[in-house]
């Protein structure tokens, strides 16, 4: 993502932020799962949605990528129903220990957006493991 104009990196920040409130988030969630600092406001995330790039770090990059997967993975998932994304980011599952994938996503961080993509996509976790 660091080869991104600066108007496309825009164009990306418009659309995860349009993603995150797809899936209600609070504010405090928003900026946990973008890694942004405890300090970032409401008003700096709605300069997000439509007027500022967020910034080009390394690591805000990764996590960006892993909320672009979740969602299509999502989107993929449920295809007739775009509000199952949210319930199932919000629901309980046996295989992250009976938390909610937001939950996991929440207390691990990048680990955790991996986590949770993995369960949802299975040709990134087969990639990931290096088994190809």
């Known amino acids: 993502m660091n080869d991104y104009t ?6 990306i920040t418009k659309t995860v ?15 946990n ?3 942004l600092s405890d300090q970032t406001r409401k008003r700096q995330l709605d300069k997000y949605r439509n007027l500022k790039a967020f910034p080009k770090d390394e690591l805000i990059i990764k996590r960006l990528s892993h909320i ?4 299509d993975a999502l ?3 449920f295809p007739r129903n775009l509000n199952m994304a ?12 009976n938390e909610t994938p937001l939950t996991v996503i929440l207390n691990e961080g990048v680990e955790g ?3 949770v993509r993995s369960e ?8 990931t493991t290096g088994k190809n």
């Open 75 to 77: 989107r993929t998932t």
């Open 17 to 31: 932020m349009q993603v995150l409130d797809g899936w209600n988030l609070s504010t405090e969630e928003t900026v």
């Open 86 to 97: 949210e319930k199932w980011l919000k629901t309980q599952h046996r295989r992250f220990e």
């Open 113 to 115: 957006l991996c986590k």
């Open 68 to 71: 672009v997967g979740i969602s």
């Open 6 to 11: 600066d108007e496309e990196f825009l164009y």
């Open 33 to 35: 799962v973008l890694g």
């Open 120 to 127: 949802l996509d299975v040709t990134f976790a087969w990639n």
